[in-house]
C-alpha cells in the first residue's frame, strides 16, 4: 500500500484501520507533545511519521488539528471541555501554528474535489486570522 507521499507503506501486520497497542500510544503521546508545544515541528513530523507507519489517513486527525489552526483566542471558548482523545492547545500557545495549517491543508488536498479549494484558502484564512489582536 502506498503512503500519502507515494512511499511504500511499512504496515507490517498491521492492517489499514486497525491500531496496536504501540500505535495507540504514539498517537497519545505525540497529541500531548503538540497540545504542549504546537510549534514544534518534530512533533508535527513524529505524527506524520507515526500515520505513515500504520497506513492511517491523515483525516483521521482533523478534529485535532483544527483547533491548532486558528487564534487563540477562539479555541480559548471550549477550554471547559477537556477532550482526552484530542487535547487543546496549552493556554499562551502562539497560534494560529504553521505545522497544523500544512497538516490540515495537506488533508483537504488529499480529499480532492471540493477540499482542494478548501487546501488553498486554508493558508489565507490563517494568515489573516494571525494578524488580528
Known amino acids: 500500500m502506498r503512503s500519502r507521499d507515494g512511499s511504500w507503506c511499512t504496515c507490517g501486520s498491521l492492517h489499514p484501520g486497525s491500531q496496536s497497542h504501540l500505535m495507540i500510544s504514539s498517537y497519545s503521546y505525540v497529541k500531548q507533545s503538540i497540545s504542549q508545544a504546537p510549534n514544534n ?9 507515526v500515520l505513515d ?3 492511517t489517513s491523515y483525516s483521521t486527525l482533523q478534529l485535532f488539528v483544527q483547533p491548532y489552526t486558528v487564534h487563540h483566542s477562539l479555541s480559548e471558548e471550549a477550554a471547559e471541555v477537556i477532550d482526552l482523545e484530542n487535547p487543546l492547545p496549552s493556554k499562551g500557545s502562539q497560534l494560529p501554528c504553521p505545522a497544523a495549517i500544512e ?9 480532492g474535489g471540493n477540499s482542494l479549494v478548501k ?8 494568515s489573516s486570522l494571525a494578524i488580528r489582536d
Open 41 to 49: 515541528a518534530s512533533a508535527w513530523n513524529y505524527l506524520r511519521g
Open 53 to 55: 507507519h500504520s497506513c
Open 103 to 111: 497538516f490540515l491543508a495537506d488533508i483537504y488536498e488529499t480529499e
Open 119 to 126: 487546501a488553498i484558502e486554508v493558508p489565507h484564512d490563517a
